[in-house]
């Protein structure tokens, strides 16, 4: 067998394979340490840096280790790339086929009984009149593929509701009593990631299978000897989400309309049980006005006792409805799976109901039309390191970010990993040549109503040096919207030709596909616009991050996280805020330099960075960008360095 060193060698097999391949320092170290680990059984965090080459450095000792892996990414837009892209290109550098198997959540998969359902009964509720075309879309799809995957079918978005109809869920999966069962397209992707060496998944899935519930039918973890988190800086407030109690006006009415239209498929649906379900059903939502009218979240423990009253009430009738529904399951055996989910939803009612506050936060948030109730852990970190230690391996977390600086107890802390080794690997680029940072200090304070306007102002003309190419980064919608007509109008008055692409006019994969073709675009977002986008060369040439991503405190997964550290007695703003703010900005800036030819400026507008003593702190923490002391440094630095100023006589 090939060393690693061999393989990732100028003249070695990833050479062979990969157009322009350079061998990178970094890469190696981080690869030998995942092969180490996995052959010893540790665990290993790394941090790797824009431009390490990390996805290789973790495949590459996958799949030469000899053993069997398990691979989590944050989305499965990275499963794809991983499994479609990625790992074929390492087969083939091997020159040997590896087994490697896909495997995504139930609800990524046709069923072929539901969509038989869809097409018998076009005038189901719920189902529109452009959604029968999209059924035949289906139907003609479903004679050609393999592997059932909703990601084929690209005219399709995977977020149409459409894709409800023609899926399954754990609650009316019919199991070995479907007609297509031995061809069912889950039950195939198990039984081949059940036979792969490298299994792809994501993280829900992953939590799934190590809290042994169905959505990851619990049978991965005990056969593999390793498991790698990639963009594993999201795993604490994934595995909290995963971890946490959630009840949806949403998810009960859905549950009355499939109990109407099931009973009634069977013959067993008459007046008393209609006028039962209608009952629940308003009596529910009647609920509503119990609460604040003006608020749009409260906290459980001021939530009206009235609301309490009542809310009580009918979670106990809603428990003796799902016990009724299980008698008549007694005599009629496909209603197990209707049954089966009234009992889940039931249940995480009467467990909201008399959950135990002193172990997380739990709140309501009004809806239309209704409400929904839930619940999110102090900490995860018990329960994940109780899960690992029943799953003995290596396990091996890697992202872009992860430390302050050099100091990764703040993530190690989150996942409650302890006996851990720690490698940060830093990224190849020369920053020092490759980017400048501006932080104005003529801004006033992000708390300020004028923030946005002149943070606008300060940067048009870095915008304006890099004719357009620019990413504008925010951390709120009111400031993104705020911009966008700001802009709107700036592009207008100048007639600039500049395309702009705003948040939410299309889908995110659109807008970037937009940006990288036009070369010359503007882009304003926020949230998940602040990773997992490359856009490589001078078409992002400026990021522009108007404040400090602090978390905001009222966001309910961040508020139940300050309080358990609350109760420790450790302070939330050093021991959270702050680490937070730092990976996020991290993250945000991480989109500019992309490559070794990349040139670009980052400015953000937030003066705290320099006028409070935790801004330093920040700053450290930071990639390596010389700082300039001017928005016209700046400009001069873009104005020397980008390729199309070369022609307009301004070239170095």
């Known amino acids: ?42 665990n290993l965090v790394v941090e790797a ?53 896909l495997l995504k959540g139930r609800a990524n998969y046709l069923c072929d009984q539901r969509l038989q359902q869809a097409l018998a009964n076009p005038n189901l509720p719920g189902l529109e009149r452009k959604d029968a075309r999209l059924l035949q879309d289906i139907e003609q799809w479903s004679q050609r593929t393999t592997r059932g995957d909703i990601a084929e079918l690209g005219s399709i978005p995977e977020s149409d509701p459409i894709w409800a109809t023609v899926t399954s869920t754990k609650d009316n999966c019919l199991g070995q009593a479907c007609p297509h069962y031995q061809r069912c397209h889950l039950l195939n992707a198990r039984r081949d990631a059940q036979a792969a060496s490298v299994v792809v998944v994501n993280h829900h899935l992953l939590l799934a299978d190590l809290a042994m519930k169905e959505e990851g039918f619990g049978e991965l973890l005990p056969g593999v000897d390793a498991v790698v988190v990639d963009e594993a800086h999201q795993f604490a407030d994934t595995a ?38 209608w009952s629940l059903e308003s009596r529910f939502l009647q609920c509503r006005q119990y609460l604040e009218l003006g608020r749009e979240r409260v906290d459980w423990e001021q939530v ?69 109730v839930e619940f999110a852990p102090f900490e995860v970190a018990d329960r994940l390191e109780s899960h690992r230690q029943a799953h003995p391996k290596s396990w091996i977390y890697t992202s872009a970010t992860l430390a302050m600086g050099n100091d990764f107890s703040h993530f190690c802390q989150r996942i409650g990993v302890q006996s851990v080794t720690t490698l940060n690997v830093e990224s190849p680029f020369d920053f020092n040549r490759q980017a400048r940072l501006v932080v104005p200090t003529d801004i006033v304070d992000p708390t300020d109503p004028r923030h946005t306007t002149q943070v606008l102002e300060k940067s048009w003309p870095l915008v304006e040096s890099a004719r357009g190419r620019t990413f504008f980064l925010f951390t709120s919608f009111r400031a993104l919207n705020q911009a966008s007509v700001w802009v709107r109008e700036r592009l207008k008055q100048e007639r600039l030709p500049w395309l702009m692409l705003v948040q939410g006019d299309a889908p995110r994969d659109a807008l970037i596909r937009q940006f990288r073709q036009d070369g010359q675009a503007i882009l ?8 997992g986008v490359d856009v490589r060369g001078e078409a992002l040439s400026v990021v522009i991050i ?30 959270l805020q702050i680490p937070q703010a730092v990976l996020a900005l991290k993250q945000g800036m991480g989109r500019l330099i992309r490559d070794t030819d990349d040139y670009g400026v980052v400015l953000v507008g937030d003066r705290r960075l320099k006028t409070k003593g935790y801004g330093k702190q920040i700053l450290k923490a930071l990639p390596p960008m010389p700082m300039v002391e001017s928005v016209s440094e700046a400009q001069a630095f873009l104005i020397d360095h980008l390729s199309f100023n070369d022609t307009a006589g301004h070239g170095s």
């Open 49 to 101: 840096g824009t431009g390490t080459g990390k996805t290789y450095a973790y495949l590459v000792p996958a799949l030469l280790c000899a053993k069997r892996v398990i691979i989590s990414t944050g989305t499965r837009h990275l499963q794809d790339q991983l499994y479609h892209r990625d790992l074929p290109v390492l087969a083939q550098s091997l020159g040997r086929p590896v087994k490697v198997a």
């Open 304 to 372: 009206p006792t009235v609301f309490l009253d009542e809310w009580g009430d009918w979670v106990a009738d809603l428990m003796s409805w799902a016990t009724s529904l299980e008698q008549q399951a007694l005599a009629e055996p496909d209603l197990k799976a209707l049954t089966r989910r009234a009992r889940g939803l039931a249940d995480t009612a009467n467990q909201l109901y008399n959950v135990n506050l002193s172990t997380g936060l739990q709140w309501i948030e009004r809806t239309e039309p209704g409400y929904s």
């Open 524 to 531: 304003l977002g926020t949230a998940s616009f602040w990773e």
């Open 546 to 575: 108007d404040k400090l991503p602090f978390q905001s405190p009222d966001d309910p997964m961040f508020k139940a996280r300050l309080k358990g550290l609350e109760l420790q007695g450790l302070d939330g703003f050093r021991h």
């Open 240 to 277: 909290a989400q995963f971890f946490g109690l959630k009840f949806t006006t949403r998810s009960l009415l859905n549950l009355f309309k499939d109990t109407r239209l099931e009973l009634t498929r069977l013959g067993r649906f008459d007046s008393s049980g209609d006028q039962q379900l």
């Open 1 to 42: 067998m090939q060393t690693l060193s061999e393989f990732f060698n100028a003249n070695g097999p990833l050479a062979s394979v990969i157009p322009e391949f350079r061998p990178r320092e970094g890469q190696i170290r981080m690869a030998e340490a995942v092969f180490a680990a996995m052959q010893s059984a540790q």
